[in-house]
């Protein structure tokens, strides 16, 4: 069905499996001379966006293509989670997964016509890029486009921030990259001196994966009290977490994942990556006929020698303890031992607000740099 449409440009919503697909391939033409971005595996993005993928439990979504000519040259999506609707008490829908050339009379009538459908939800506010929600993929990339994204991060042409600008957005939140070399870990004496008088009472674990479903469970707790005061946030359910965690433990070796205990009691923990953009980068988005083989054989044999660190947490009231920095580190310093051991380089932590003066702190005091910056924006609907 059309939803806008002029002489050049028709605004599409995507319905059924044909123009699921096209949605998903529109990056293909955005990113053919760049030799920075990573093709997605379609696999993977078609089951992100099956209505059984447990996100759509609390949200409604509705996605559209841009085409011109017949051609699909652009995307959008808009959300509404309940979840979030909950948490903060306001209208505020979500924009996500844009894709335009540099035209603005594209960006335009995807953006009139997420914003229509968010207004039809009694929606009063939209926020946005949420690649579906806070939880997932977030922020439109604005500095860093220079280099390849990590696992599960997005890339973007220098042109998208002003065009979004244009089409009445404001930017509301930045959130950083930081890239560490696993070979120069620096142990800050503060920081050591934290961890000597701490380190009695703290014993950090691999994650035990005959345990595996009790363990994760753990994990989700301590990020949903860990980050309930963070910007926009959004607890995890239970369905989402375990989803994720199927995930994980197909990829991620198990010293990859590390509980810290205080006295007894789990309070933090951390996740690292290994950099699967590396192995998929010539795959093209495609895993048969023989992608399978190669991203299994390249995880066993030829290990990435980059990883990225998508989730930590302090459980809240340690945050602002003597125990806060050295649960931090200790889990940073076993993950990255963890990654050395397998040959990792070089490993992302992200995305970090960038007013999160406390992790920022601790990361930069172990070595990391800003590597990327990425950028949210909002509109009054």
């Known amino acids: 069905m059309t939803e806008i449409s002029n002489a050049k440009i028709q605004i599409k919503k995507v319905s059924g499996k044909q123009a699921l697909n096209a949605f998903i391939r529109v990056p293909w033409r955005i990113y053919k001379n760049d030799p920075n971005w990573i093709a997605p595996l379609v696999s993977e993005r078609k089951g992100a966006f099956s209505p059984k993928h447990p996100f759509f439990k609390h949200a409604a979504w509705r996605a559209w293509v841009a085409e011109r ?22 209208n505020t829908g979500f924009f996500g997964l844009i894709e335009s050339p540099d035209d603005d009379e594209v960006f335009s009538a995807l953006f009139e016509t997420a914003e229509s459908w968010l207004r039809e939800q009694g929606m009063e506010r939209v926020t946005g890029p949420f690649n579906l929600n806070i939880n997932q993929e977030i922020g439109l990339l604005v ?30 939140q930045d959130l950083l990259a930081y890239e ?7 142990i800050p004496r503060i920081m050591q001196a934290l961890i000597d008088r701490s380190g009695d009472r703290i014993k950090v674990r691999n994650l035990d994966r005959k345990n595996s479903g009790a363990e994760l469970e753990v994990m ?12 926009n946030f959004v607890p995890f359910t239970r369905d989402e977490f375990n989803a994720i965690g199927k995930e994980l433990l197909m990829i991620v070796p198990p010293d990859f994942i590390q509980i810290a205990e205080i006295d007894g009691e789990d309070s933090a923990f951390i996740v690292l990556l290994p950099n699967i953009n590396e192995v998929i ?85 172990v070595g990391g740099d800003i590597t990327k910056r990425y950028r949210m924006y909002e509109k009054d609907l």
Not at 180 to 186: E, F, I, P
């Open 281 to 365: 980068a010539d795959l093209n988005g495609r895993l048969l006929p023989i992608g399978w083989a190669k991203l299994l054989w390249r995880l066993k044999v030829k290990f990435p020698k980059s990883g990225r660190v998508p989730l930590m947490g302090v459980r809240e009231k340690y945050q602002n303890t003597r125990f806060g920095p050295a649960l931090a580190y200790m889990t940073i310093k076993g993950v990255i031992d963890a990654g050395k051991a397998r040959g990792l380089e070089r490993v992302e932590m992200s995305w970090i607000l960038d007013h999160n003066h406390g992790v920022r702190n601790i990361i930069e005091s």
């Open 69 to 90: 000519d017949g051609t699909p040259v652009g995307r959008i999506s808009a959300q509404v989670d309940q979840l979030h609707l909950q948490q903060h008490g306001n």
């Open 143 to 172: 500095e860093g486009s220079d280099s390849p994204p990590y696992i599960m991060t997005g890339h973007a042409p220098a042109y998208y921030g002003p065009a979004i600008e244009r089409c009445g957005y404001q930017p509301v």
């Open 220 to 231: 989700r707790d301590i990020f949903n009290d860990a980050w309930k005061n963070n910007w």
């Open 180 to 186: 560490l070399d696993s070979g120069s870990l620096r």
